[in-house]
Structures are given as C-alpha cells and as structure tokens.
C-alpha cells in the first residue's frame, strides 16, 4: 500500500494561493501558513476571549481595598496641576513618565482622583494584554498553548498588583505584547513594519525601560534570517532568502527610527537619575522572582512548565490539524518568550551594578508574558487531567499573594489620620514633618491636612516644580513655630525624629496617636500663667497618667495601662466605643511595658458623670 509523502512544515503554502508564482506562495519557514477553518468564520471564539474576561474581574477585585501607594500620590501631584505646570515639572522630575502624566491629566480631568479613577486605565491596558498574550500563544504554537498563556496570565499575582497600580508599567507591558505580536506578524507581512515601529515608539515614551525588549527582539529576527533546511536553488527558497534579509533591514529601520524619536527622554531620564539614588545597586534576589509571586513551590512549578513549553509540542489532539501541527512545526515560542523573559532584567541588573543603580521589578514588570506564554506551551504540552490540575495549582499557590495585593496598604494610615485631623484640629493650627520632608501621600486624603499652615513647607510643589514642593532650614522653621498655639507633627516609621527638637521651647507635646507606620503629635504652647492646661500637663484635674479632651461630641481618655483595670483606676466612665485603629500606643518616653489607649465616651455621660 502506497503512503503520500508528508509535506515538510517548510514548505507550507497559503491554500488560497495554490497555482500562483513561487512569489505569491512562498511563505516564511517558521511561521504556519493560514489555513482555512470550516464554521470558524462569524464566530465568536470563547478561547480568544476567555482570558481577558477573567482578567477584567481580577482587576475588578478589590480594586479600591489598597489604598494609594507613594507613587500613585505622584501621579495624582502631576496630573492635577494645569499642562503648562506639568511640562515645566517634567524638566526637573519624571520626564521619563511624561506621556503617561499627560494621558492621566485627561483622565483625571474627567473621572477625578478616586482609587479606580487613578488605576482604571491600569486595569483597561491589563485586560488588554491578556487578549494580546492570547493571540500571542496562539500564532506562536496553537489555540490551546494561547488559551492557557492567557489564563494564567490572568491569575499570575503580580499582574493583579501591576494592573491595578496606577503608574504606567501596564500599559507598558501592553505595549510590549502588541510589538511582539505585531514583529511575528510583519515578518511575512511587510506592510505591517510601520505599525510595529508605531508600537515601539509608544513602549519607550510609556517608559524608557521598555526598550530592553529590543534584544529579545533581536535574537527573534536572527532566527527569522538564519537559512533554513531543504528547498535549496528553488524559485521559493530563492526568494525566501532575499525576504529574509528584507525583514532584517526592515527592522533596522524600525529600531533606528524609534531610537531618534525616544532619544530626548532617554537624554533627560539619565539627567534626571538622582530620584532613584536609593535603589541598590544589586538587587535582592526576591526580586528577580516577581513573576512568581506567590510560594517557592508554585515559582518552582512555573519554571517547569516553562521547560515543558521550551521541550514539547501540544499533547497530540484527536483532530487532524491538531496531529499536523503538533508532529513538525518549528516555531519561535522558544526563542521569543525566552530571551523576552531573561535578557531586560539581566540588562538592567547589569547597568545597575556597573553604572547606576535602576532596578526595580516593576522597570521589567513588561517580562510577565513572557513568563505566561511559556507556562501556557507546557500546560498545553500535558495532557488534559494534568494541564487543568497544574493550573488550578498555580492559582491556589498564588491565592495568599493575591489576597495580600488588596490589602490595605503601609499607607492607609494616611486616609485615616486624615479623617482624624478633620475632627481635632481647630482654625489657625500648624503642622510639621519632623523627618525634613513634606509627604506628598497628603495629596491622596487633603480633607484633614489642607486646612493646616504647613510651616515645614518653602514651596509648593507647583511652585517647586516637583512633586513634593521643598521645605525651609531649622531655622526659619522655629521662627515660624512663635506664631502658632497648636502644632500637630506627623511621622512615618521607622526612623522617627525627636519631635521637641524640631520645636521652640513652650511647647508640651502629649503622647502620639499611632496609626500602622503614622505617629501624629498634638503640640500645645503652655500658658506662662493659669489659664487652660494642654492635655497631659501635670496640673491636669486628672491623674498625673491620664490625659482627656473634653471638647467635642465625643469626651476622650488616653489612660496609661492595658485594660479595664487602668480605666477603673483613672474613672473612666462605661465604654461607649474604642478606637481601636489608636491603640496601642507606644509611651513618647520609651518605657517598657507602658501602652496608652484611647477610650471613647459620649460626652454627655462624661458630664453627667462629673456631676
């Protein structure tokens, strides 16, 4: 019984274009040629938009649990000033991120400064990716390897905390997937050259680090060029070769004409390298892992489903495409995701030990699918039991880290503190920040910060021209503290400052309120001669351990022990409510043991009470 002769993967042929010229057939040898899906056409395929749906309800959880970080506290400084402002700050700071600050200034302008107005387009340039990371998955090795790619995409941590950050480094990593994919593409299909260069110009103005991409693009184009096997002296094989080195200096172009455009930002981003001094020079290793988020058990389980992708093809299916495609394609899976994944962290850690220092995972957040298409080939590589438990593996490993991207936050103590002010502080209080620096986190939650004469401050940011405006010397501060009677100081932990020696002298500060990492002071200049005493001072009608405020609807205590012992000492009325975000609170003395809490009554029980 004769057998047909399999066709080599080389040499396959658009069908709709059988019977014309070598020309008009010859297609590249390392991409499938388009094949002709019965019933595929008008309809709408679940495994292309599968993944970007459960991407959409990821960046919808919790979006607004986590309060704004400092970098977002940046965004709202810049994109709430008027453009002609902005642009000027851009020539001091940030000029790396400028386009983006100008895309947030209509944002803003239209849906305001919420935790979702902020993070909303994060969360549209995330939902996208994962359609690209889909497609991506799909020209590259087949539908399944696309599905599964943009699954776990979808569900990998650090694209949930990427996605819902309102900083530029999702759209980057958009940017990234719609240039790979549009590189793939134009390789046979030259009309598509402009728009990948379109693509990188928009990667490198979004962030200039997004160009580390350009090296894994490389090795994809040499491998495009390298002369393939069989078909040698032919018409077809012929005009390949020619086709080939076009594509190679098609791409040259593309590189050189976007370099000359991101110039300018790259050239004033190295002037502007001071803002990242703090950054180490070497990295933790931690940090080289963020794309596994998670466990060290789902990090190792993702690095073997990425060797499985590199290694073998989709698990055979019982369809004949499914078997053609499966038995010989060669394809550039490997060689994109691969040096896609390793090369712009290696780059950046490099320049980071030898130049200046600039890594932060979040520089290369734009690596994450590479990481997916990889995991998408080896889960599409197993058969179907093992492929969907490997999946459900790596989101429930990954589901503490999830849950802890939509916590509250180190700085919601700021929003809290906030609120707190707005209820204390009376016409005519100041405000200072002990450890030299005027937090632009205050940006995020003005309610209780604004109505306070900030004597720290000698610019606003505006008129700095910065994000964060500039402070006076010790000097001209204390000059400014003679004419205040009430002083609140405001800290971040750790390293926190004595505040008396930030203060002239006739000032009694009581003990702080601690909210997480904020420490809030109460400064009272003390009357030379009768007169109301400053809660805490030693004339208090309380217990020299005890301090009260009886102004407001609300009579509070801070009593001096740990329970209801203390309370019953000092006659504290019954509890009404605790304020429990304000304790405990640590002694100003530092004495051990010492806890302050703050207990609550209303008002009108306390005077009944005093009666």
Known sequence: MLHPTPVPDDLLVDESAIGQS?????????????????????????????????????????????????????????????????????????????????LMWVVVRVLGTSELAIRLPSMIAMTATALGVTALGRRLRSRRAGLYAGLTFATLPMVSAIGQYGRPYAMVTGAAVLASYLLIRALTQPRLWPWYAAALAALGLLNIFGLLLLPAHAVVVLRAVWPGEGGAGSAAARYMTGARWRAARHWLACVAAVCAVVAPIAVLGWLQRAQVDELPSRPPVESLLGFAEGTVVSAGAIVLLGLIGMARSDWPDRSHAGRGRARGQRDLLPWLSVPWLVLPPLVLILVSDLAHPFYVFRY??????????????????????????????????????????????????????????????????????????????????????????????????????????????????????????????????????????????????????????????????????????????????????????????????????????????????????????????????GSSGALEYLWVVPAARSQTRRR
């Open 22 to 102: 070598p020309r008009a057939t010859a297609v590249h040898p390392l991409l499938p040629g388009r094949r002709r899906i019965a019933g595929a056409a008008g309809r709408l395929d679940w495994a292309l938009i599968a993944p970007p749906l459960v991407t959409l309800a990821m960046m919808l959880w919790g979006t607004s649990a986590h309060y704004y970080v400092h970098d977002e506290a940046a965004t709202i400084s810049a994109a709430t000033r008027s453009l002609p402002d902005m642009i000027r700050m851009l020539g001091h700071v940030d000029a790396v991120h400028g386009v983006y600050y100008t």
């Open 364 to 589: 290369v957040a734009f690596c994450l699918p590479a990481a997916a298409l990889l995991i998408g080939a080896g889960l599409a590589a197993l058969g179907e039991p093992w492929r969907i438990g490997m999946l459900a593996a790596i989101v429930l490993l990954g589901l503490a880290a999830q849950v802890a991207v939509r916590q509250p936050g180190p700085y919601a103590p700021v929003k809290t503190a906030s609120v707190f002010l707005a209820a204390h502080e009376r016409p005519g209080d100041a405000v200072i920040y002990p450890q030299g620096w005027v937090p632009i986190m205050n940006i995020t939650a003005p309610q209780g910060y604004a109505p306070l004469h900030d004597l720290s401050l000698a610019k606003t940011p505006i008129e700095a021209e910065n994000l964060g405006g500039s402070t006076v010397s010790p000097p001209v501060l204390k000059a400014r503290e003679h004419g205040a009677r009430r002083i609140w100081a405001i800290e971040f932990a750790p390293n926190l400052q004595p505040v008396g020696k930030y203060l002239v002298p006739g000032f009694r500060c009581g003990h702080p309120w601690r909210l997480g990492r904020l420490y809030v002071w109460l400064c009272v200049r003390q009357q030379a001669t009768g007169g109301p005493h400053p809660p805490g001072d030693a004339h208090s009608p309380r217990q020299r351990d005890t301090h009260e405020n009886t102004s407001g609807p609300l009579h509070w205590f801070i009593v001096r022990g740990t329970g209801l012992s203390a309370r019953s000492a000092a006659g504290v009325p019954e509890i009404s409510w605790i304020a429990s975000v304000m304790i405990p609170v640590t002694s100003q003395n």
